[in-house]
């Protein structure tokens, strides 16, 4: 193994090892400058170290949990076939999973809500959101590589990002009912745009502009 291969390693099992112990200290310190420096120290860094592996200190922890609960959900969803599912179903089972992964760490998870609903940090939050949002749906079997691609991904991190605050502050059955009220409101959408030619303005000054350029045709 290089010594660049060692580095890597080392870095990620030492950022596993200072989000274990973030997510012991944050219920009390929490997720702060603080508890960042606590956790590197239990993981026997120093601050150099800590400087090094995570210069932007809790938002780095704030990602790291994220995708480690991204990962937890993922692996939970592992013997499901999402074929079998319908889209709706696919989506609350996905969305319910991540929020169960997280509720793991609960009170952690808690601490660091109120830290990226900051406005200094929602940029990461809604980053994050995103990030777990394009990963159900290619999980859901997403293909899209049009502006849909887009558009499914901000619809679903506008559903997560509530969805999870009310999963760690006002427990699951309230945070499911909300996932499937805004489902629904969702396909009810979809199925009236379906009805829709929203494309039909932008062809008829296509063709207007090309009539301009080429003339009429014969």
Known sequence: M???D????????????????????????????????AAAQAAGL???????????GPRDL?????????????????GVDPASLKIRERIARGISARMEAGAEDL??????????????NSDLGLKLAWETADRLWVWAGDT???WNHYSKRTILSGILIPALTMRW??????????????????????KWKAGKDFDAPL??????????????RT
Not at 49 to 55: A, I, N
Not at 64 to 76: C, G, K, Q, Y
Not at 107 to 120: D, Q, S, V
Request: charged share 30%; net charge negative; hydrophobic share 45%.
């Open 169 to 190: 502050f006002d427990g699951r059955e309230t945070a499911e009912a909300f996932v499937a009220d805004r489902i629904e409101n969702v396909m009810a959408f979809e």
């Open 2 to 4: 290089s010594s660049v």
């Open 62 to 78: 704030a990602a790291l949990l994220s995708r480690r609960h991204d990962d937890r959900a993922f692996a939970a969803l592992a």
């Open 107 to 120: 009170e952690a998870c808690r601490k660091c809500a109120g830290f990226l609903a900051l406005p200094t």
């Open 6 to 37: 060692d580095a890597d390693l080392w870095a990620r099992e030492t950022e596993q090892a200072v989000l274990d112990q973030a997510v012991v200290l944050a219920p009390r310190l929490g997720w702060s400058p603080a508890m960042v420096r």
């Open 46 to 56: 120093s601050q150099g170290d800590q400087d090094l592996l995570l210069p932007h």
């Open 203 to 216: 062809r008829k000054v296509t063709e207007v502009l090309s009539r301009m350029r080429y003339g009429a």
């Open 144 to 146: 899209a590589t049009d």
